[in-house]
């Protein structure tokens, strides 16, 4: 089998890997990739960056296709990328995942249609209230119209709040009130009637924010909007995953009639002097910050095997409420943690490492379906 591995070429040796796990299942009855193993649970899924996408990523594309039943693009559909001038949009790797999506029977995330962060220049530069509600318009109407009826879900707005559970102040809020959740939600459903609408987030399990959350949402259902879920992000780290507020989370939001899902996860194993996913916020750099630039011990991945595995735990207890699991990236080397809030550190927060081979993470997952 090992001689027959090196002679082939690299994506061909992870399936024949995989075929070769397959086998395993056969004999043992046991899933062998993690959309099986949960798929009676909640859809696994993952971010996509370009080159995954178009498919030049042979590793990454046979891996993607092997777990994942679900994906998320990482960047391209963000107004900057997908809507760069007032006139003229970017549809070529949006068309792409979404067309990706249909040929594979993945189901697509669109992230995300209002963000604050990742906007166009010119969009930045209205100054008119009418102008910017235009823009508003325009760009939803466009997006979420052109996927209607081909893309599963969207994050409608991003990362709206602060910490303390307040409307984070942004050109949103300055320009239209914070009427404009509730008008995206509006515009939305309008233009893509049989997506599901999520309001996405980081900290949102904390409880000031998960509070804001709350009066978030209740605002739109109060205007007869449709909103169908909440996303928490995920973003976690080593050894203090807040386990008790992520639970209390997911049963708030469930009361209040939605689907949670987990949007963007990854346990990160690098220190850092803040919580949260806030892109704006960087970190000096540090060499005594990098410290595994040259591999990490066993003794923290097992850790990391360890805090995944009571997260699925948590998030099997809670499968009636959870929809999707999606990991922000496919393996540890794509993972934007390797550059924020520190560039060009060696981070390990995800499942597969950089030769895609599963970590103790993965199998800790898998074990619990056995
Ligand atoms: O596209 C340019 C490329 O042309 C240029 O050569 C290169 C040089 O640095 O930069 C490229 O843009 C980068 C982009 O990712 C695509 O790789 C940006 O600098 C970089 O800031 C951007 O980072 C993304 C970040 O959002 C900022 O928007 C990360 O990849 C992406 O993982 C991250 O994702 C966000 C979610 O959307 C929302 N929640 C938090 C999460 C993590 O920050």
Avoid at 97 to 118: E, M, P
Avoid at 178 to 185: I, K, L, R, S
Avoid at 340 to 363: C, E, M, Q, S, V
């Amino acid at each position: 089998m090992k001689k027959f591995i090196l002679k082939i070429t690299a994506a061909g040796a992870i399936l024949a890997s995989f075929a070769y796990c397959s086998n395993t299942k056969q004999i043992t009855g046991f899933a062998t990739s993690l959309k099986d193993a949960y798929k009676n649970d909640f859809l696994i899924g993952t971010a996509l960056n370009t080159q995954q996408i178009e498919e030049k990523d042979l590793k990454a594309d046979a891996l993607i296709k092997q777990q994942f039943n679900a994906v998320t693009p990482e960047n391209i559909m963000k107004a900057e990328i997908i809507h760069p001038q007032w006139d003229k949009y970017n549809f070529d790797l949006a068309d792409k995942i979404v067309a990706y999506g249909t040929k594979n029977n993945i189901k697509v995330n669109g992230h995300t249609l209002i963000w604050h962060s990742q906007l166009p220049a010119f969009a930045r530069r209205i100054k008119d209230v009418d102008s910017f509600k235009t823009f508003f318009t325009d760009h939803i109407n466009t997006v979420a119209g052109r996927y209607s009826g081909k893309i599963f879900s969207w994050d409608v707005v991003n990362e709206a709040l602060n910490e303390d559970g307040t409307m984070r102040k942004s050109i949103f809020l300055d320009k239209m009130g914070d009427g404009f959740v509730t008008e995206a939600f509006r515009l939305t459903e309008k233009a893509s009637p049989g997506t599901e609408l999520y309001y996405n987030d980081y900290n949102n399990e904390q409880p000031k924010k998960r509070e804001g959350c709350i009066a978030l949402v209740k605002k739109v259902q109060a205007a007869g909007v449709r909103i169908d879920g909440v996303g928490i992000q995920g973003h976690w780290h080593l050894g203090r995953v807040p386990f008790k507020d992520i639970e209390e989370s997911i049963l708030a939001y469930h009361a209040l009639g939605l689907k949670v899902m987990i949007t963007e996860l990854d346990i990160e194993m690098l220190p850092r002097n803040f919580q949260g996913a806030d892109v704006n916020q960087r970190q000096a750099s540090n060499p005594a910050l990098n410290p595994y630039a040259n591999g990490i011990p066993d003794s923290l991945l097992q850790q990391q095997a360890t805090d995944y595995a009571n997260l699925f735990k948590l998030f099997l207890k809670h499968k009636d409420k959870i929809t999707r699991v999606t990991f922000w990236g496919v393996n540890d080397g794509q993972s934007w943690l390797n550059g924020w809030p520190i560039p060009g550190r060696t981070n390990y927060p995800l499942l597969f490492d950089r030769a895609f081979n599963p970590k103790p993470a993965y199998h800790a997952v898998m074990a619990l379906k056995k």
